[in-house]
C-alpha cells in the first residue's frame, strides 16, 4: 500500500460521520414514486408512456434525449397516475412522471453471469442500457464518460471512495458490504477504458474499509488502494488526481487529458450489476442523518421515493427536536429542501435533517478582507475578488478570473468570517458567465 497522499488548500470541516457504522438496511417498497425525466447531466430523457398505462419494475419509461443522456427505468410496479412538472430537488419544477405501485406485482429478479467475457461494445451497451449516472452526485452518464475520444486514451481509472463530505458514509458501508462487487466494477471499467491501472482512493478515517479492499486486492497487479489525508475536498475529482498520481489536470480541461477516469465506488458497484445481472439502476444507498432523525444510518431507497416517506420508512422523525433546516447530500455541496415531497434521484447520497444547533448560522457582514477563502480554495481561485466582480457584474473579467474553474465545493464560504453568500454568488455567476460567452462572436 502507498503512503498518504494529499493536495494544496482545503480544509478541516468536523466529520459528525456518526453512521459510518451502521450496516445498510433495505427499505420496504414505496407506494409512489416520482421520477424525473432529468436526472443526469445532459439532455432529460423523453417520457414513453402516458397517465394510465400500466408499467413493471424495471421497464424503461423514459428514453435518453441525446447522447450525453440516460433512461428512467420504473423503479416499482404499477399504474403511470401522473405526469407533467414536479418540483425537483434543484428547487424548480421539472417533468416527470408518477407511478403509483400495484401491491400484487412481484419484485423483478436478476440472473447473474460473469460481464467481462463481454467484449467492450456489449459491456458499454449493458451500462447505457441500466441508465446508469455518476452516483457521486455529478450524476454525469457513465456510457458517455466511458467513451473518451481515440485522442484522450486512459491509463489509469481510479475509483473514488474517498466521500469527504461530512455526515456521508453511505459509500463508506458499500466499501465494507459489496468490496467484490465494487472491484468486479473497476475490472470492468478498466476493460472499457483499456486502462493498465486501476487505484482505489479512501480517506484515511475508513481504515476499516482501506484494509479491506487492499485485502480484496492483494495479488492484483495492476490495481491498488491510495489512502489519503483527511481533508475536504479530498474527492473532488482534480484534487483526487493530484493526490492519488500527482498529475494536475489543466484549468478549463477534463481528467481525461491527463489520461485518467474517475468514477465513484457507489457507480462500480452500479456498473457491475448492470454488466454481470443487467440490473437497471433502481435504488441507491443513502445516509440519513441529523439530530432530528430517530434512526439515523444507511438505507438502500428506490429512487423516486419521496423524502418525506424515505424518512417515515427509516423510522421518522424525533417528537421533540424540532427540524431547522433538511439538506439533500452533504452540507458542504448540498442544498437546502424546502419542500419533502420532492423524490430520492439517482444522485441523491444523503438527506440530513439538522435542529437549530446544527443549522447555526452566522450573520452575514461585509468582507473583511482576512484572505481566508484564498487559502481555502482547491482551485487556487481569487473567492474574494471573484465575488466582486460578479456583483459587479463584470462577466468578462469574472471570467478570466477563472470563475469557471470553481467547482463549487464550498470550502470559500465555510472558512468565511463574514458568512459572505459565495457559493450562491459562484453558482449563478458561472452561469451568466457561460451566457455570455455563448452571446461573443465566434473568433
Ligand atoms: S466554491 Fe469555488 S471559489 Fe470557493 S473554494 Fe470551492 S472552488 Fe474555490
Ligand atoms: S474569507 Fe470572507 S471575509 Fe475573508 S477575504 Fe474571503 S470573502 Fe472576505
Known sequence: MLATRSFKGGLHPPELKNTADKSIVDLPVPDKVILHVSQHIGAPAKPLYKITDKVDCGQVIAEPGGFVSSRIHATISGKIIGSGNFMHPFGVPSPAIVIERNPEATEPTYEEENGFNLNIEEIKTR???????????????????????????????????????????????????????????????????????????????????????????????????????????QGGEKQLIVAAIGKEVPSGGLPMDVGVVVQNVATAAAVADAVNCRKPLLERVVTLAGNCVKNPGNYRVRIGTTVAEFIKMAGGLKEDVPPVKVIMGGP???????????????????????????????????????????????????????????????????????????????????????????IQTFKMGKKLVMAERKKAPKK
Not at 475508513?206 to 491510495?226: F, S
Not at 487559502?375 to 468578462?396: G, H, I, N, S, T
Open 127 to 233: 451500462i447505457q442500457d441500466a441508465g446508469l449516472v455518476g452516483l457521486g452526485g455529478a450524476t454525469f452518464p457513465t456510457h458517455v464518460k466511458l467513451s473518451p475520444p481515440e485522442t484522450k486514451p486512459i491509463d489509469t481509472v481510479i475509483l473514488n471512495g474517498v466521500e469527504c463530505e461530512p455526515a456521508l458514509t453511505s459509500d463508506h458501508r458499500l466499501m465494507l458490504e459489496l468490496p467484490d462487487k465494487i472491484i468486479s466494477g473497476l475490472k470492468l471499467i478498466m476493460k472499457v477504458l483499456n486502462a493498465k491501472r486501476g487505484i482505489i482512493g479512501i480517506e484515511n478515517n475508513k481504515i476499516d474499509a482501506i484494509e479491506l479492499m487492499a485485502k480484496k486486492v492483494e495479488g492484483e497487479e495492476n490495481i491498488e488502494v491510495q489512502p489519503l489525508q483527511v481533508k475536504y475536498p
Open 332 to 422: 458542504m455541496m448540498g442544498f437546502a429542501l424546502f419542500d419533502l415531497n420532492i423524490p430520492i434521484i439517482k444522485g441523491t447520497s444523503g438527506i440530513l435533517v439538522w435542529d437549530k444547533d446544527e443549522a447555526k448560522t452566522m450573520e452575514q457582514a461585509a468582507c473583511i478582507r482576512c484572505g481566508r477563502c484564498i487559502r481555502a480554495c482547491p482551485m487556487k481561485l481569487l473567492p474574494q475578488q471573484l465575488k466582486k466582480l460578479v456583483d459587479a457584474k463584470k462577466w468578462e473579467q469574472a471570467d478570466k478570473m477563472g470563475i469557471l474553474d470553481c467547482m463549487e465545493c464550498g470550502c470559500c464560504a465555510y472558512t468565511c468570517p463574514s458568512a459572505l453568500p459565495l
